[in-house]
């Protein structure tokens, strides 16, 4: 395709307006087609609103620990959950007029409304009012996104069984509060809930909570929740709901219960490729309802792409602006493919996760099915945020630094962080992971001091047994 081209994309979450400006950037003509409000869930239901509210309850942890900080405070603080609501509203506010402003900025045309594949080069769309415009186009580029689950079991009715986008809009605490699922929504939704008064009940049906991270790091979360007052009942699930005027009452597989005044459904998303007429541009779905892609982002379909969500990858908003921009440079005639393979993500609980890579079982796993022997292909370094002089300074001592390496490589394969800005301190573990560097090449970088990623240093050199801060080696490290 040249500059020129016109490119028609379904969708502004954080696939769909990034793709958008990108194309605009090169010299393409955009249309974006939206029927709710630019930003996408990312913006509007999800990352940014919950982390407006869990700052407050970082600050919050911070304020209690003031008498041994040294800070005397005149009276009590208490949480003002309407308040925090409307700070919430205003920063989404902002940044969805931000994005509304670049859009104008670079020239992009956004139309409000719900919009369908007509076929292969047409998006048909019918405005609020109830009118319709055909959007013809080069290249169609597909970024629906992912939406909230619809479980028979787990009616959601916005008043007493509800979903994360509605647990966000609650202007007061609820007395209790049961959260299906103990993944990463869960354990921040518990981690918020809890600070603010809440009696939380976390279940999972796995094992542990964070089923998908490290086993270290679920561990040491599940511990910290706990601490916080949360219930935590894994290996079980909700047998039965019974609403009642004022509570839920949910009965598990062994048949104890609980009643509470709330409950939560946070057990996966839906793709959003039902619907928007993917037969009549011929387009093929997956197995799971995603839309398969090749690394271009290309569809089944020639001049057809998705991104986002709904190709079933990895479902982070920064792997869909990634995507989007990887499938807009193609299309205007720039090679350009994703890693899948060095992705870091920020699991915003208290204390914070940072990750990139393999966990430790994941690697021995891999070391193990490539006939190795796993004891001995892998080998793991830990650091304490205990053992760092910022973090006694600070008053931040809770968490650890993982690193997982390969034997006689020194590849590193997997970076886990769980503590006070862990999701941004992952991006130095990331960088190295993406150029290639080795553990001895980070434990070698000079670190500043005194700073948290001398803990990432630290951990480095453990994996070696050459921590200097460490007391010992750990056994099995």
Known sequence: MTPHSHIAILGAGPGGYVAAIRAAQLGARVTVVEKEKLGGVCLNWGCIPSKALLSVVELGDKLKKSDELGLVLQGSAAYDLARMVARKDKVVASLVKGIATLFKEWGIEHIIGQGTLKNERTIAVTKPDGSQVDIQADVLVIATGSSWPNLPQFPIDGRQILTSQQMLALTQVPVSLLIVGGGVEGCEFASLYSALGTQVTVVEVQSRVLPLEDEDISSVMERELKKRGVTVLTGTTVESLEQLSDTVRARFKDDSAVSVEKLLVSVGRGFNSRGIGLEQAGVRIGPRGEIPVDDRMETNQPGIYAIGDVTGKAMLAHVASTQGQVAVENILGHRRTIRYDVIPAGIF???????????????????????????QSVNVGRFRYGGLGKA??????????????????????????????????????????????????????????????????????????????????????
Do not use: C, W, Y
């Not at 940072?354 to 006939?371: D, H, N, P």
């Not at 690193?403 to 590849?411: L, R």
């Not at 130095?428 to 240093?457: F, R």
């Open 349 to 375: 609980t208290l204390p914070e996760i940072g990750r990139v890579g393999l966990t430790e079982q994941q690697a021995r796993e891999r070391t193990q099915m490539s006939g190795k022997n796993p004891d």
């Open 392 to 477: 006694q300074a600070t008053g931040d001592i809770t968490g650890f630094f993982k690193v997982i390496a390969e034997t006689g490589t020194d590849k590193i394969l997997g970076v886990h962080i769980l503590g006070a800005h862990a999701a941004d301190l992952i991006h130095e573990a990331t960088l190295a992971m993406q150029v290639g560097a080795t553990v001895a090449q980070v434990a070698g970088m000079i670190h500043a001091h005194p700073t948290l990623a001398e803990g990432l240093m630290e951990a480095m050199e453990d994996v070696r047994g050459s921590a200097i801060h460490a007391i010992r080696k750990k056994a099995g490290g």
